[in-house]
């Protein structure tokens, strides 16, 4: 089951001529979630993987860089015949500010749901839940927690072969949790496994709640908006530098920290190295990378680079 993130834009408030405003989407098998939809995120799509046939939007907070690009959006869903409902969720406020918007855009002619979310509500899904973890911003704020339900133990074959089980249709009938033959998945699976964890920050000042919630996560997406020379101006405008974010994963366990919303100030080569210096498996995605996140007895997860065709 593929489970991968995807930088549709990695800058902070103002967007270049190589980074556009923030926007990620989340691919998990045929779930295509995308959180945030800053200005342009559209044409950012469009211009890599396409505008999908998203399954749910997710937005962190309501200052304009994370949310000016929906109105367009759901404008061209619309214009394409779009007729799958659409759900928006985000944090309170998030009904008034659409319903204002949707009003000078105009209506869709699908089913728009607005949802807003609340600490401790967790969204349930085929296989993995999301949970909004409150964060420290300027006004209400998320970041958000993806992650998936544990799963069955490695199968044994030659366990089960020794305790007389045949190869073949009782292989698979043990495995789904049947008994046979006396034999219980007990036998021969080993112990359950851990699902992949993704964790999110949205724009925030370094965040105890965050990071408690990212412990053990295969990938923690953390903004850092600030080098450390800036830290106090970073703690003024509700935001990171590169090392808070780092320090964060590093006390959070992460295997993979990824910086973004990051702004032009600073050299990103500067960033990566504060970062590095206190967690060395530090990336700086650019827009249309992409991060894969296999199961943990796979291999860690791993940047790739966006190649056009």
Known sequence: MELSVFFAGTAGSVPTSRRGLPAILVRRGGDQILF?????????????????????????????????????????????????????????????????????????????????????????????????????????????????????????????????????????????????????????????????KLVLSGDTRPSETLQIAAHGADVLVHEATFAEEERARAADNGHSTARQAAEVARAAEVRMLALTHVSTRHPFGLLRDEARAVFEPTVIPRDFDTIEIPFAERGPPSLLRWEPT
């Open 36 to 196: 945030d939809c800053g200005e342009g995120t559209q044409r950012q799509l469009v211009a890599s993987v396409g505008l999908t046939d998203l399954t749910e939007i997710l937005l962190t907070h309501f200052h304009a860089d994370h949310w000016l690009g929906l109105p367009g959006m759901l404008k061209t869903f619309d214009l394409r015949g779009r007729e799958r409902p659409l759900t928006i969720y985000g944090p309170a406020g998030l009904r008034r500010l659409l319903t204002l918007v949707m009003a000078m855009a105009g209506r869709v002619g699908f089913e728009l749901t607005i949802a807003e979310l609340a600490s401790g509500d967790v969204l349930e899904r085929d296989g993995y839940r999301i949970a909004p973890v409150t964060v420290s911003h300027r006004g209400p704020a998320f970041g958000y927690v993806l992650f998936e339900d544990e799963r069955p133990g490695a199968f044994d074959p030659g366990a089960a072969v020794a305790m007389g089980l045949a190869p073949g249709p009782e292989f698979g009938r043990v495995q789904r949790g049947e008994t046979v033959r006396g034999v219980t998945p007990a036998d021969v699976m080993g112990p359950r496994r851990p699902g992949r």
